[in-house]
């Protein structure tokens, strides 16, 4: 089977790791704002077994083997989570700190990690404390919202290349909209905080109003988002953290964890532990043209 094997990281790629991958004419080697990357073309009867073999000797290195249509052409669609993904922040956190409730939030984020709750039932208790807190405070949470490292430069990569770039996230729209237009992004969604105005001031009612963006509105949201584009689902990448982001990796044609938990990382079919996103254009972008169709 036909595959491209790319490779990145922070510092240089051992040799020792590059021998292991099936020798090959084509190679695409070169230096980046983080590290170094090295791109492939070459052919192997099982890719699974060659990727889990590579990662487990790769230690930082993010190791990518790609097949199908992406080890040939660019994606045309990269789709991403926002919370600790596009942004190093959570928007849940930020709001609680200024509605005084971060230590409840935090208790309830930590029933939710020993799987008492689920997704939609943690995010309607958190966000069932902010009620009463005014959405002028949206303006100043926006501001501390912090983008990754090489995040701007994904983005710049992604559409130099021709791509449609969005974010799908467990997070608010009312913050995830102004951060999208700022960005230029080409689509994103979100969960609405609903508001109501109390003594001629609009605050938060303590619930979110329509549906609940959770790990299969995401996977909906890269289906939809690429057929309005007119972008076949397997030529579509997804970048995310969490286990919310599972949904959306099963159903793109590359899934890619950053910097994420380890059950998310293991589902991944990349895993890139370093904190620059901008790698994630070396698997998502970094093509190679097969050597076996000239």
Known sequence: ?????????????????????????????????????????????????????????????????????LAKVPARLLLMDVDSTLTTTEAIDLLAHHAGVGPRVAEITERAMRGELDFAQSLTERVATLEGLPTAI?????????????????????HASGAKVGVTSGGFTQLVAPLAE???????????????????????????????????????????FAHAEGIDPALTVAVGDGANDLGMFAA?????????????????????????????????????????EA
């Open 138 to 158: 949206f303006t100043e949470v926006g501001q501390a919202m912090t983008l990754s490292n090489g995040a701007a430069e994904l983005i710049a990569a992604a």
């Open 182 to 224: 700022r960005l230029g992004l080409d689509f994103f969604n979100a969960n609405q905080l609903e508001t109501h105005h109390v003594d001629g001031e609009e605050r938060l009612t303590g619930r979110v109003s329509g549906p609940i963006v959770d790990r299969d509105q995401k996977a909906r949201d890269l289906l939809r």
């Open 1 to 69: 089977m036909e595959i491209r094997v790319t490779l990145a990281a922070q510092g240089p790629i051992p040799e020792s790791l590059v021998a292991l991958i099936p020798s090959t004419g084509h190679v695409i080697s070169d230096e980046t704002l983080y590290g170094q990357r090295i791109s492939m073309f070459t052919e192997h009867d099982d890719p699974r077994a060659l990727c889990a073999a590579l990662r487990a000797v790769a230690g930082d290195v993010a190791v990518g083997v790609v097949t199908g249509p």
């Open 252 to 292: 793109a044609g590359l899934s890619v964890a950053y910097c994420a938990k380890p059950v998310t990382a293991a589902a991944a079919d990349v895993a890139i532990g370093f904190p620059r996103l901008d790698a994630v254009a070396a698997f998502a972008f970094n093509t190679v043209r097969a050597p076996l």
